[in-house]
Structure formats: C-alpha cells, structure tokens
C-alpha cells in the first residue's frame, strides 16, 4: 500500500432532572444480567462504569449520555423510554420488571434546558469533527496538532487544532506548514449545534446515536 503523504500546496485543494423517587421512597435495585438462551451456568455481568446511553429530551434533542445504570433506573421509574434497545438484545431486570438494555433513552417531560453557545475544546470532540482523520495526509489519527506551534505562538483553539496521525505530528514538530511546504486538507473551525457539546465529552459514539446528532462538522 502506498505511503500516505501530507497534501501539498497547490494539491487539492446533564439536564437538570429531578430526583427519580421522592424523598423517603427507596429506588428500585436493579441487577444486570443477559438473556440467553436456556439457563447458562451464571449471568453475565454488564461492564456498568463504562457503558453510556444516549438521553434524548422529549421533543428528541439530544441532551447528554448517561451512565447505563442511571438510564436503566429512569426507565425502571417511568421517567424516560426506551427508544433503541441493545442490538445484542441484552436485558436488565429489577425485583418487579424486566427492560431491554437501552443504547438511546428519551424523557417522557420535556425538559428545559440553558442555551450553551461555546463548545468545549476537547481531543473528543476534535476526533470526532475531523472524522479521525489526519488534517495534512488523511491517514488515521492517533493524536491532536496545533497547526501554529504553541511554541511558536499558536493558541489552543478549535482553529488551530487538528486531528493528526502520529507521522506527520513527528515530521511537522514545531514547524509552521509553510516551512514544510505542507497545507490544509479542510480548514479548521468550531464546530456549531446542540449535539457538538455531548460529543465533546463522549470518546467513543454509538453508531444508534448518530441519526439523533445530526451532520457532522468540518
């Protein structure tokens, strides 16, 4: 397979919920086990610190990713519904119900929520608007770039950030594009829209999420 190279120039060119149970009322348990088919020697535990689920408002804006114990309980209560269960079609149960494992939950009340203008620079959310994909080549990207050194005086800004792959970040160094000959495969911008806030915070997107997050960025 051909080495990629970097393009050069003259190339191509948490909503505020309330609590779920009342105070002095005691919340459901609920106990992470998979259906299977026939009875297995033992269930199998579901990794609950790491698994998230999309939250949608009532209306189906997307408004954060929980963790799945928290999106289960909303459930259980009566406090959200479950939109796209597991593809696997695990199951959860507490001591009274049985739920399919959710990956998209939303509200059952609409909740109101501030406008948030500024998205948050994180390496998150800058893989996911340069679509892992390195700015200079367009091989994968394994790390962020600031086009302008900071070094050299280039702020930490979505403008002068960049996805990067770990060739060019080495070749480039503290060099500015023009000592390398090197340009832009896009230019770099911030990117804008509700659902920019939730992928800053989320490394890994599940691919059910994605027809509520609308277009991505460039």
């Known amino acids: 397979m051909p080495d990629r190279q970097p393009t050069p120039i003259g190339a191509l060119a948490n909503a505020g919920l309330a609590p779920l149970a009342p105070s002095g009322q005691k919340q459901p348990v609920v106990h992470a086990v998979v259906d299977g088919e026939g009875a297995g020697p033992a269930p199998v535990v579901l990794p609950w610190g790491?698994?998230?689920?999309?939250?949608?408002?009532?209306?189906?804006?997307?408004?954060?990713?929980?963790?799945?114990?928290?999106?289960?309980?909303?459930?259980?209560?009566?406090?959200?519904?479950?939109?796209?269960?597991?593809?696997d079609g695990a199951v959860v149960h507490s001591s009274t119900a049985?739920?399919?494992?959710?990956?998209?939950?939303?509200?059952?009340?609409?909740?109101?929520?501030?406008?948030?203008?500024?998205?948050?620079?994180?390496?998150?959310?800058?893989?996911?608007?340069?679509?892992?994909?390195?700015?200079?080549c367009g091989g994968r990207a394994e790390t962020i770039d600031h086009v302008v050194p900071r070094s050299r005086g280039g702020p930490h800004s979505w403008q002068n950030c960049v996805a990067c792959c770990a060739k060019c970040n080495h070749r480039k160094a503290d060099k500015l594009l023009s000592e390398l000959g090197w340009r832009l495969r896009v230019v770099p911008n911030a990117p804008r829209g509700p659902h920019w806030r939730l992928l800053a915070g989320v490394t890994e997107a599940d691919p059910l999420w994605l027809p509520y997050l609308g277009e991505p960025a460039a």
């Open 50 to 87: 790491r698994r998230k689920v999309l939250l949608l408002n009532a209306t189906f804006e997307p408004l954060t990713a929980l963790p799945l114990r928290r999106a289960v309980v909303l459930v259980v209560c009566g406090k959200a519904e479950v939109v796209h269960g597991d593809p």
């Open 98 to 136: 049985a739920v399919v494992v959710p990956s998209v939950i939303r509200l059952s009340s609409y909740v109101r929520v501030p406008y948030r203008g500024r998205v948050p620079l994180t390496r998150a959310g800058l893989m996911h608007r340069d679509r892992y994909r390195c700015a200079y």
